[in-house]
T-cell receptor, first 111, second 115 residues
Framework: GQNIDQPTEMTATEGAIVQINCTYQ??????LFWYQQHAGEAPTFLSY??LDGLEEKGRFSSFLSRSKGYSYLLLKELQMKDSASYLC????????????WGLGTSLAVNP | EAGVAQSPRYKIIEKRQSVAFWCNPI?????LYWYQQILGQGPKLLIQ????????DSQLPKDRFSAERLKGVDSTLKIQPAKLEDSAVYLC?????????????FGAGSRLTVL
């Protein structure tokens, strides 16, 4: 079966660093995405990993280990506006480029 | 570029009534998706179109849900008759057919409340 696991909720303090983990078991792998979703809004694209290693984009970084079926999203210098749900999604093998979505991690950033 | 347009943003109906949602994807995007997102959960794919053909509708409750993309551009998702458990946000997304990341861009969503 296809499964993606990520923590349901996390809290952190403004200015700190937080790591949101995502583990997956899927039929094939063709890339992993992180999306950010503020309450009542649509998901917006944050990062994409298809090869092992770290991708850095400003305050956000995403890491992938394909052999371990593991990724994390690292948020540095947290701001209040980073309070949102963070969705991990894996593209499985196949012609239709299907995405399997996790349930999301709700991050609360406190002052 | 203009984003993915969806309407209506909000809809309240009673169970057994029907509802339709409309989506206009980003110009030139060949792939269009309809997702259902229940509060506190990740998006669930209902149907995926490639141009005007259906690629994946395995999770679409076909006894009550239907979708079409007749000219390979905009799309309509219909629910008839609605059930209480259909209360959710219906997200439309589109992506280009290029290789690589093929990132999905989402519309703002249509929030459905079934009473």
């Amino acid at each position: 079966g296809q499964n993606i696991d990520q923590p349901t909720e996390m809290t952190a303090t403004e200015g700190a660093i937080v790591q949101i983990n995502c583990t997956y078991q899927t039929s094939g792998f063709n890339g992993l995405f992180w999306y950010q979703q503020h309450a009542g809004e649509a998901p917006t694209f944050l990062s994409y990993n298809v090869l092992d290693g770290l991708e850095e984009k400003g305050r956000f970084s995403s890491f992938l280990s394909r052999s371990k079926g593991y990724s994390y999203l690292l948020l540095k210098e947290l701001q209040m506006k980073d309070s949102a749900s963070y969705l991990c999604a894996v593209r499985v093998a196949g012609n239709n480029r299907k995405l399997i979505w996790g349930l999301g991690t709700s991050l609360a950033v406190n002052p | 570029e203009a984003g993915v347009a969806q309407s209506p943003r909000y809809k309240i109906i009673e169970k057994r009534q029907s509802v339709a949602f409309w989506c206009n994807p980003i110009s030139g995007h060949a792939t269009l998706y309809w997702y259902q997102q229940i509060l506190g959960q990740g998006p669930k794919l209902l149907i995926q179109f490639q141009n005007n053909g259906v690629v994946d509708d395995s999770q679409l409750p076909k006894d009550r849900f239907s979708a079409e993309r007749l000219k390979g551009v905009d799309s309509t998702l219909k629910i008839q008759p609605a059930k209480l458990e259909d209360s959710a946000v219906y997200l439309c997304a589109s992506s280009s057919q290029t290789a690589g990341a093929n990132v999905l861009t989402f519309g703002a969503g249509s929030r459905l409340t079934v009473l």
